[in-house]
């Protein structure tokens, strides 16, 4: 899937383009959206939507993607025996702090490791977002994730914008203003955007 | 990283060809088919904080190969209530399946399985009548794995390594490979365990690091993707290493963390020739003085046996991938070789020693 993304973005903008353009086809639609440049490591994520999912959370309850509709959505793909995916479930954990209160849902969904190694992992290192499990791979085949961690943000129609397959601090001035941007538009801070002429 | 890791390797190797002979022979890594050495393997597992149903599961030594390994009598004791010996219908690697009943207050087990092994070395010099492969048996050790898919970058990549040294036949193919991995792959020591060997992420991403659950699933699914029949043997060191690789063999009686998995490459004419990349990449790191270059006499050494020998002081539990543990509901394993076990219906961290106690004790025993 990401393969077939990465040809598009070539496609459209060229190699170079990618890693400095503004945000067009990431946010809501050219008419109402801000004009905020991505950070390069996030690639512009603009092919099918992803397949909806159930998956059993930490305390074994069961969690709906759907749920979720109505927020800027990011899915992040980690495993704890992955070193990067460590120190980013803390800047993930900086990002949820300094947007408590806004239109932005975390769900972090760990790949293929037993129940008990996961719980383990957040008793020592707590985070106020949904962590879900995904046991047997499905839900990380079906995304077409083959590297952890792989992070994927979704609008809050839950349609594709943002995708990065290695780590990144979520707390970045600049990586948030991405994720503002994709905010619904009454949500978006109007001093860190410039509106479109 | 890679071609980086890759040019350096090859200059190395090709420094290592201009060493005198004398430097060559200061290691001796030499193992020969001789003696049987026996030895029996002890592995108890104690449920702490018991709860709900529990239940267990021990990889038995399941891999029947008349010229290295014999596999004796396996006994257990404890407090189960069930125990069973049950095959996995694929691989057939023999697993432990036992039961407590619900409210035991200590549940114990402790299984020992006397196992016969020696040293394996092939002359792929020399080949001679082998029978080959059955369809079966082929394609099983030719088709990818939940984690060791043959298509895609695994095929890719592995096109690339044969096509880079215009390899033809089998033999060729499979000393690329094993070269490619020894140059261009590294032995990480947090890695958890021996790894996960997911093959495909380990390609995608470039990072190259692990354990031999990576490093020789790497060698295994590259290969299998070059059309060569080739498998995983997931066990555990249990006696030191005879040749002064303290690297290479257990470090006391006390096997608990000696869990190793090796490969092997079948090529017409000599069977299944057993390799080992990823410790070649283990005497780089561990081996006194630790973190030896590429060229140091003592890699030299073991890169050049482990390409059709091995050492018989490992015992191999089987070849299986993505095994069900039966009368669990946990989603299948990318391998069995350590012990699970179940508490309150949840799978126990068999790498967290603080909440799922077992050991594992090796002891070489006289040859009756």
């Keep these: 899937m990401r393969q077939s993304a990465t040809k598009l973005i070539v496609t459209l903008f060229g190699a170079a383009c990618v890693l400095a353009c503004p945000l067009m086809s990431a946010t809501a639609g050219p008419s109402e959206a801000p004009q905020t440049t991505i950070p390069s490591a996030l690639k512009i994520w603009s092919e099918r939507e992803q397949s909806p999912f159930l998956l059993d959370d930490l305390h074994g309850d069961r969690r709906d993607l759907q749920a979720f509709a109505g927020k800027v959505l990011l899915v992040h793909f980690f495993a704890t025996w992955c070193e990067p995916c460590v120190s980013e479930m803390a800047s993930l954990q900086r990002l949820a702090t300094t947007t408590r209160g806004k239109p932005l849902a975390i769900l972090a969904v760990d790949v293929a490791e037993v129940d008990l190694r996961v719980r383990a992992f957040f008793e020592k290192q707590p985070v106020d977002f949904t962590v879900l499990l995904d046991r047997d791979r499905a839900v990380s085949k079906s995304w077409d994730v083959t590297a952890l961690p792989t992070t994927f943000v979704l609008d809050a129609d839950l349609a594709p914008k943002l995708f990065i397959e290695g780590d990144l601090d979520w707390s970045r001035p600049d990586v948030l203003a991405a994720i503002e941007s994709l905010y619904p538009a009454a949500d978006r801070p109007r001093e860190k955007t410039t509106s479109r002429e | ?368």
């Design chain 2, 1 to 368: 990283m890679q071609r980086r890791e890759f040019l350096k390797g090859t200059a190395f190797l090709s420094l290592a060809a201009a060493l005198p002979g004398s430097a060559w022979a200061e290691v001796a890594f030499a193992p020969k088919p001789g003696a049987w050495r026996v030895v029996d393997l002890v592995t108890n597992i104690t449920i702490e904080k018991p709860d709900g149903k529990m239940q267990a599961w021990l990889p038995l030594p399941s891999v029947a190969e008349s010229e290295w390994i014999r596999n004796g009598e396996t006994t257990w004791t404890g407090n189960t209530v069930s125990a069973t010996r049950v095959r996995d219908p694929k691989y057939g690697a023999e697993i432990l399946h036992v039961t407590w009943k619900e409210g035991e207050a200590a549940p114990v087990l402790e299984v020992t399985s006397r196992v016969e092994i020696r040293d394996r070395a092939i002359d792929l010099s020399k080949p001679g009548k082998v029978a080959p492969l059955s369809d079966v048996e082929r394609k099983l050790n030719l088709e990818g794995t939940a984690l060791i898919p043959v298509d895609g970058i695994v095929k890719q990549t592995s096109d690339k390594i044969v096509a880079a040294v215009d390899a033809k036949s089998d033999v060729e193919k499979a000393r690329a490979i094993y070269d490619w991995v020894v140059e261009n792959t590294v032995r990480v020591a947090a890695t958890r365990g021996c790894g996960i060997g997911d093959v495909a992420a380990m390609l995608k991403t470039g990072n190259l690091g692990g354990k031999c659950a990576d490093l020789n699933a790497l060698y295994v699914g590259l290969t299998r993707a070059a059309g060569v029949p080739a498998r995983d043997l997931y066990g555990i060191r249990v006696i030191p290493s005879q040749f002064g690789y303290k690297s290479l063999g257990a470090g006391s009686a006390n096997v608990t963390k000696a869990q190793h998995c090796r490969a092997e490459v079948f090529l017409e004419g000599f069977g299944w020739v057993p390799t080992d990349p990823a410790d070649v990449r283990k005497v780089m790191l561990e081996e006194p003085p630790t973190n030896l270059a590429i060229n140091d006499p003592k890699v030299i050494a073991a890169r050049k046996t482990l390409f059709g020998a091995w050492e018989g002081n490992w015992i191999a539990y089987n070849t299986a991938h993505d095994v069900a543990l039966p009368g669990s509901t946990h989603p299948r394993l990318g391998f069995l070789m350590y012990p699970q076990a179940e508490r309150a219906s949840l799978l126990l961290d068999c790498h967290d020693p603080d909440n799922f106690k077992y050991a594992l004790t090796a002891k070489e025993v006289k040859a009756s």
